[in-house]
């Protein structure tokens, strides 16, 4: 059997490294490991045991109520914010749909999101149940109008479940040219529906894309869905063009990606 060289294994493992690595800025990949959910150290408390660090969205004031260590969304149409705004990061959010029972709108039911930058909504919504032929994009866990989830996940109205969310914001040049789509990873109820998917645009009502940082909103949609244990943490995604990426050919030396030395 013809053993391959040195060369060839080290070239042929360099796409594979460059993709692989945890957290590899440039990308939302390798940054949860969904088997270790500890909260990052420096992650900030959304809504927590002692109460809710968001804010109404207008100026009027909201009629989402905190008790107990649970957020309830309006009944009315408003929504609550962050107080401040976020380009990068990572967030976890657990949520709890009601359920409407013959709704005429398939949306009533049990409909929130969370709208990333205020631009970018992943939905929320009683879809458990739904059929795969029958889920649109407009179910729960979808990028709303966009994309449906790779995976079917969504729990009984009245069950507690999660999303586990890495954004990278979009990239624009000095003129204000989009450069780079947003993009993003999601894992619902520890399942993984979006894997480092690049947003081409905004979704429905979502703001225009642009470079500056947004907050997060959280949408009242008419329905008394209930959220807890929501945190963030900022993240810096900077693209990795132009740096090296070391790696160990088989003689055990280091070498910079794109390079190797000979046999």
Not at 183 to 189: A, L, M, P
Request: aromatic share 8%; hydrophobic share 35%.
């Amino acid at each position: 059997m013809k053993m391959l060289s040195p060369v060839l294994i080290v070239l042929g493992l360099l796409a594979v490294v460059r993709s692989a690595v945890a957290g590899d800025p440039g990308t939302t990949r390798g940054i949860i490991e969904i088997g270790k959910p500890e909260r990052p150290a420096d992650a900030v408390t959304l809504v927590g045991p002692d109460g809710s660090n968001l804010i109404p969205e207008g100026k009027a004031p909201t009629k989402w109520v905190f008790a107990d260590g649970i957020l309830t969304a309006s009944p009315a149409w408003d929504s609550v914010l962050t107080k401040e705004s976020y380009r990068d990061f990572r967030m976890h959010v657990e949520f709890n749909v009601n359920e409407v029972k013959d709704a005429k709108d398939p949306e009533a039911d049990g409909n929130s999101g969370i709208y990333i930058q205020n631009r970018y909504e992943i939905q929320i919504h009683n879809s458990f149940g739904v059929s795969e032929a029958d889920y649109t994009a407009s179910d729960c866990g979808s990028i709303y109008r966009r994309r449906k989830p790779d995976r079917l996940v969504s729990k009984k109205a009245g069950e507690w479940q999660s999303f586990d969310i890495v954004f990278r914001a979009a990239r624009f040049d000095g003129g204000g040219k989009k450069t780079e789509n947003a993009r993003i990873t999601v894992y619902q109820n520890g399942a993984l529906i979006h894997d480092d998917y690049s947003i081409p645009g905004k979704t429905g009502a979502g703001e225009k894309e642009g470079p500056e940082p947004r907050p997060i909103k959280l949408q009242g949609h008419h329905n008394p869905v209930r959220f807890r244990n929501v945190w963030i943490q900022t993240l810096s995604l900077d693209s990795r063009d132009g740096k090296e990426l070391a790696l160990l050919t088989p003689s055990g030396h280091s070498t910079p990606a794109g390079t190797c030395s000979a046999p």
